[in-house]
Antibody
Framework: EVQLVQSGAEVKKPGESLKISCKGS????????IGWVRQMPGKGLEWMGI????????RYSPSFQGHVTISADKSLSTAYLQWSSLKASDTAMYYC?????????WGQGTLVTVSS | QSALTQPASVSGSPGQSITISCTGT?????????VSWYQQYPGKAPKLMIY???NRPSGISNRFSGSKSGNTASLTISGLQAEDEADYYC???????????FGTGTKVTVL
């Protein structure tokens, strides 16, 4: 069974760093792109970027380029999304998703709350 | 990269059919047969309902169907049921980075 399991909810202060994770199982982790999706409170879905764990090729949405870093550790079958300096506006639910010309599997989501 | 355009809300009575549109450009919806539709309940992860324009994953009711004409894709829900009340998003492969784009989302209300 294909599963994407994300790390738990986080509460951080502005300026702090954060790295959240997404562990894939039940399939060849290196053979599918993994994407990260942001959903701000009461808002729609936004693509942040995608990574191919097989060779770590990464593509960012222009809106997120330079603000987050997407990475993967294929030995752990885990993808990551990280911030070096969080802002209150980063408060959102973040989903990872497996891509095969469509998003066929989603993680359960990681709620990130940034508040002083 | 602009989001695909969906109506903000669509409503219907139980048993009726509704259609949600998803309008893009020749660089996304019109250029590829990789349009998908997702259903999302509040506080839950989205769920794949339609892929590659008109295909249903295993376990998805045949009340859900998809189509495409030019730069506009559509999701039709027939025999509307109370459980269909949710948010729906389309998505398409695109020639622009990061290769995928979502629609703006549509809230379906069952009257």
């Amino acid at each position: 069974e294909v599963q994407l399991v994300q790390s738990g909810a986080e509460v951080k202060k502005p300026g702090e760093s954060l790295k959240i994770s997404c562990k894939g199982s039940g399939y060849s982790f290196t053979s599918y792109w993994i994407g990260w999706v942001r959903q701000m409170p009461g808002k729609g879905l936004e693509w942040m970027g995608i990574i191919y764990p097989g060779n770590s090729e990464t593509r960012y949405s222009p809106s997120f380029q330079g603000h987050v870093t997407i990475s993967a550790d294929k030995s752990l079958s885990t993808a990551y999304l990280q911030w070096s300096s969080l802002k209150a506006s980063d408060t959102a639910m973040y989903y990872c998703a497996r891509l095969s010309m469509t998003i066929d599997y989603w993680g359960q989501g990681t709620l990130v709350t940034v508040s002083s | 990269q602009s989001a695909l355009t969906q109506p903000a809300s669509v409503s219907g009575s139980p048993g009726q059919s509704i259609t949600i549109s998803c309008t893009g450009t020749s660089s996304d919806v019109g250029g590829y047969n990789y349009v998908s539709w997702y259903q999302q309940y509040p506080g839950k992860a989205p769920k794949l309902m339609i892929y590659e324009v008109s295909n249903r994953p295993s376990g998805i009711s045949n009340r859900f169907s998809g189509s495409k004409s030019g730069n506009t894709a559509s999701l039709t829900i027939s025999g509307l049921q109370a459980e269909d009340e949710a948010d729906y998003y389309c998505s398409s492969y695109t020639s622009s980075t990061p290769l995928y784009v979502f629609g703006t989302g549509t809230k379906v209300t069952v009257l």
